[in-house]
């Protein structure tokens, strides 16, 4: 991994689902999806990456008991976030379901729910 996608570098996949398929409706469902489980993936490691550094490190002999009791529950914190990351099939879901969401019909101004 090498953190491009840290600092909102464009990459290829960007460039073909957010602009032209946002507007024009182009980008399919499996585009996106594949798009945000890359993201999602990455986004794992990353957290994999700092959960290791958190593990690895101690806090400094004159840090304060807040800062050691802290530390000390980093690790598991990332751990839990990693363990609740969707599966690439609840994010085609859930994009399937915004997809789905946006073409329908829109409500006319002032139309009462």
């Known amino acids: 991994m090498n953190g491009d996608g840290l600092y909102g570098h464009s ?3 960007d460039e073909e689902v957010a602009p032209r398929g946002a507007a024009t409706g182009l980008a ?6 594949g798009a945000v489980t890359d993201w999602v993936d990455q986004l794992g490691r990353f957290l994999g990456v700092v959960q290791v550094a958190l593990e690895q490190s ?3 002999d004159d840090a304060s008991a807040e800062v050691r009791a802290l530390s000390a529950q980093l690790p598991a914190l990332v751990r839990e976030c990693r363990a609740q990351v969707p599966t690439p099939e609840m994010i085609r879901t ?4 915004l997809s789905n969401e946006n073409t329908a019909a829109p409500e006319p101004v ?4």
Request: no cysteine.
């Open 11 to 13: 990459t290829p996949v």
């Open 28 to 33: 399919s469902v499996e585009k996106v999806a």
């Open 58 to 60: 101690n806090p400094r």
């Open 94 to 97: 859930w994009v399937k379901t």
């Open 110 to 113: 002032g139309a009462e729910a």
